[in-house]
């Protein structure tokens, strides 16, 4: 299932968005899950977790998937 997520800014970071999106509970986990590679943005692993995601980019993580949806 894909889950859509607004956000009312020009872009979420990673960490931020695994957080609102409740797929992690904490960022100390997001943190962690980044570096080892187990998050992926459209597609490909990230490491990146302050990576700047925008409207449209896709976050998948442990089967989950989330799309960031910009808000007006």
């Known amino acids: 299932?894909?889950?859509k997520i607004t956000i009312n800014t020009p872009?979420?970071?990673l960490d931020s968005f695994l957080k609102l999106a409740g797929l992690v509970s904490t960022g100390g986990q997001a943190k962690i899950l980044i570096s080892?590679?187990?998050v992926k943005v459209n597609g490909q692993?990230?490491?990146m977790r302050g990576?700047?995601?925008?409207?449209?980019?896709?976050v998948?993580?442990?089967g989950q998937t989330?799309?960031?949806v910009k808000g007006e």
């Open 51 to 58: 990576k700047k995601l925008f409207g449209g980019e896709k």
């Open 60 to 62: 998948e993580f442990e």
């Open 66 to 68: 989330a799309i960031v």
């Open 11 to 13: 872009f979420i970071r």
């Open 1 to 3: 299932m894909i889950e």
């Open 45 to 47: 692993a990230c490491l």
């Open 36 to 38: 080892e590679g187990e």
